[in-house]
């Protein structure tokens, strides 16, 4: 049986997306599960190297950590295209962790993204759902880019093609979370808005219950409920662009990184209904 596929997406950058598939990866992890992050498309400086058979190739950073938080070995399937900003409006096209091309944004959406990049991450993510029970899916930036939304593998045009089960996580450190979540939901089609299981609010400081009004009026606005509220974190784990550089990649020992990834776990699985999670994913 094909593994079951749980895609997290971000009301915007920023929101959490890619703690929540570390910490989710490691959650179901320990429930027994045999699971898989995977991301279609992503643009960061920060790579993972894998050297295999006397070939070097890359994958992006924060995939190799929750691979590690999945308990598996970092593999390029995980994230089949790394776009390397090399400025000027042009980027290096990695696909399949091998990089032979450079493209404008223009070049990429007009002749690449769909017609190469697109079939090569429907086939490496078919493969991990051979070998796997889960894969948890990260998104990228908004789903509700309207601007980019005939090319973006990486949202809802991967979602609806392998009818992904989809979680919305949202940013409520910055302001605007509940007009984001409401705005997102909007912004996307009826089909696609099907699709959108719960939302979790993130990086919550307070008491919660002064959320009550605000949660029970976006979740009669969108018909979707919120089945989490996750307090903001003090955590230290591989950034997934190179903004952060309190800790370059190589200081990160096997024992820590973990130790990392399991706060990161338990603070979600305490905050987030997991029962509802189990309940739609159909996971036994």
Not at 144 to 153: G, P, R, T, V
Not at 231 to 254: G, H, N, V
């Amino acid at each position: 049986m094909k593994a079951k596929l749980l895609m997290i997406q971000g009301t915007s950058s920023g929101s959490g997306k890619s703690t929540l598939v570390v910490a989710l990866c490691r959650i179901f992890s320990n429930l027994g599960y045999r699971v898989s992050p995977f991301k279609a498309q992503n643009m960061t400086s920060n790579f993972h190297f894998i050297k295999r058979k006397g070939l070097v190739k890359r994958m992006a950073g924060i995939q190799s950590v929750q691979a590690i938080a999945a308990r598996k070995e970092p593999d390029n399937r995980m994230n089949p295209i790394l776009l390397k900003p090399l400025g000027d409006n042009i980027s290096e096209i990695i696909l399949g962790g091998i990089g032979n091309l450079k493209m404008t944004a223009e070049d990429y959406y007009k002749s690449f993204v769909l017609q190469k990049g697109l079939p090569k991450v429907l086939q490496d993510l078919n493969s991990l759902r051979n070998e796997n029970d889960l894969i948890i899916i990260e998104g990228a930036g908004s789903p509700a880019e309207i601007n980019l939304s005939d090319y973006d593998i990486a949202n809802m045009i991967l979602a609806e093609r392998t009818k992904s089960k989809v979680l919305l996580v949202a940013d409520i450190e910055r302001g605007g979370c509940f007009a984001a979540i409401v705005g997102t939901m909007r912004l996307l089609s009826p089909s696609q808005r099907k699709l959108v299981k719960g939302i979790v609010i993130n990086k919550f400081l307070g008491q919660k219950s002064i959320l009550n009004n605000a949660i029970v009026r976006a979740e009669e606005m969108t018909k979707k409920r919120v089945i989490g509220i996750v307090p903001k974190l003090q955590f230290d784990i591989p950034s997934e662009d190179s903004l952060d550089q309190k800790r370059s990649k190589q200081s990160y020992s096997k024992r820590y990184l973990d130790e990392q990834i399991n706060l990161v776990a338990i603070t979600f699985k305490e905050n987030i209904d997991m029962q509802y999670l189990l309940k739609f994913l159909n996971m036994k």
